[in-house]
């Protein structure tokens, strides 16, 4: 089963970036000179994708409008002979073809993913969170889809955390079958710290069969009536199988506001332009810290 679509859940109101984000989409805040949602579809680009489901809500329409063609602007830049600005405004255009889904109503990362049923049909699909970017020299999303090609199965994204911080995320325990690959025997959604035997926490990356959409019509909500992604995994586990995936590379939580920070650090040490004069100025900030000690 060939996987051609990606979902992008981006109908969150970004309430801790507030006052940022009162009438700005969180996933169009840029780190260092683009927006977080570019970073997040160019990525399923380099793995393959050829179609991006965006779920949307409502005030969300300039992500929307990012990836759209803009003749005024191209024009502008065409006619000033700013042939480099023009070459990335047309790149972003032409990225990717994008389908929206609305979702209504705030219900839970796995209800965003069910109103994506009649698009995405009955076809394994990718979903990638706007919040968690992930910098890595092979694509995450790559690297995950040579995991579902060996395995026909769900695959999750996860990383090692601190086991004082379980209950900060969804938590796999399971078995590994070869290095870096787990089949998953348990999922539990932000557990008790103590209570479970794994550190190993579930990122914004999932590659997904079908068949969890029936999973998902039977998972009950949760606290404030939400649908929990995890909990529909669970039951998907439960029938099918499940296979979870340690990634290489590094993954920065930018729906965070010290993650954000790390990420925009991250992206500007690496920028091809800016990343030296950066570095420099990051060092001798530092020393000039280290003086007044």
Not at 1 to 16: E, I, N
Not at 48 to 75: P, Q
Request: aromatic share 8%; hydrophobic share 40%; proline share 4%.
């Amino acid at each position: 089963m060939q996987v051609k679509k990606a979902v992008v859940p981006v109908a969150g109101l970004g309430t801790r970036f507030l006052p940022a984000t009162k009438v700005i989409p969180k996933e169009m805040l840029t780190v260092v000179d683009r927006p977080t949602i570019q970073y997040i579809v160019e990525e399923v680009v380099a793995s393959g994708i050829t179609e991006v489901v965006l779920v949307t809500a409502s005030g969300k329409s300039a992500i929307e409008d990012h990836f759209d063609y803009s003749f005024e602007l191209e024009s502008f830049l065409a006619q000033k002979g700013k042939l480099d600005l023009l070459k990335e405004v047309r790149h972003i255009s032409r990225l990717i073809d994008v389908v929206s889904v609305r979702q209504k109503e705030p219900l839970g990362l796995g209800h965003a993913v069910k109103v994506t049923r009649d698009v995405v049909g009955d076809h394994p699909f990718v979903v990638s969170l706007g919040d968690d970017l992930v910098d890595a020299g092979t694509p995450c999303v790559f690297q995950m889809l040579k995991v579902f090609e060996k395995y026909q199965e769900a695959v999750v994204a996860v990383q090692e955390v601190p086991d004082d911080q379980v209950d900060r995320y969804g938590i796999v325990e399971g078995e590994e079958v070869e290095e870096g690959v787990f089949k998953v025997h348990r999922m539990v959604e932000k557990p008790a710290v103590g209570t479970t035997r794994s550190n190993l926490a579930v990122i914004g990356r999932y590659i997904l069969r079908p068949e969890i959409f029936d999973c998902l019509d039977r998972t009950l909500p949760g606290i404030g009536g939400e649908i929990q992604l995890t909990d529909a995994l669970d039951i998907l586990r439960k029938e099918r199988g499940i296979y979870a995936y340690k990634f290489k590379g590094k993954r920065f939580d930018a729906g965070d506001k010290l993650g954000y920070l790390k990420a925009t650090v991250n992206y500007a040490i690496s920028h091809p332009s800016l990343g030296g004069p950066f570095l420099s100025y990051l060092r001798e900030l530092l020393k000039n810290m280290d003086n007044k000690d």
